[in-house]
């Protein structure tokens, strides 16, 4: 995950790559617990979309939590269709490295999703995260209702008055529909529980996020 040269700025859609017709292919089950990665899922499971930097490290950070009944990382927020990792990382696509959050709310939460988003990772950074410099480390929530963007907004405000106490600079998280997510390779779907000592460049403010907490 770590390149010499990154674009800090989006690219213009005119000059986003092509792209392609075919989806990437990646894995056909969850490396962890063995269930299919699209699917189908469990009635009443409801889904959510973060951009918090490499994601590797923020999947883990999801599939972790009780009440998650399935965790995919991949592309969103861009130009290209069906892109390679090796065109997201030129900053040619667009596209933000995101996870895709398939959960069961009567267990978790999408308020405690949140916590967890806005905890683990600065969204004062702009098109970064620590050492990873480019477009597609930006924080970002991508939202499939009204309801999430409503939390997602309020917790942004709320958040931003924390780490404005604390020292940090502007809120740069970006909260958008949800655009269409492109499953990564299979080598990237959890990639820290096949490489266990692999790179994880993702850290917190160490400012606690004041809502979000119910269980």
């Known amino acids: 995950m770590l390149f010499s040269r990154k674009k800090s700025t989006m690219i213009d859609v005119a000059d986003a790559l092509p792209g392609r017709d075919a989806a990437v292919p990646t894995a056909d089950t969850h490396f962890i617990n063995t269930h299919p990665l699209k699917g189908p899922f469990p009635d009443g499971t409801q889904v959510a979309m973060f951009g918090m930097g490499c994601f590797w490290g923020v999947e883990r950070m999801f599939w972790k939590l009780d009440g998650v009944v399935m965790t995919a990382v991949g592309y969103a927020a861009g130009y290209t269709p069906n892109p390679t990792y090796q065109e997201v990382c030129s900053g040619q696509t667009g596209h933000n490295e995101v996870v895709l959050v398939h959960f069961d709310p009567t267990v978790i939460t999408y308020e405690d999703l949140l916590k967890v988003y806005w905890e683990g990772h600065d969204p004062t950074q702009g098109m970064q995260q620590g050492n990873d410099v480019g477009t597609q480390y930006r924080s970002g929530i991508y939202v499939y209702s009204d309801a999430q963007r409503d939390a997602a907004s309020q917790t942004k405000a709320e958040f931003a008055v924390r780490l404005k106490q604390a020292g940090y600079g502007a809120v740069t998280s970006e909260i958008l529909d949800a655009p269409e997510f492109y ?33």
């Open 183 to 215: 499953f990564a390779e299979d080598y990237h779907q959890q990639y820290l529980a096949k490489n266990p000592a692999g790179y994880c460049g993702i850290g917190g403010t160490g400012v606690t996020c004041p809502i979000g907490t119910a269980a």
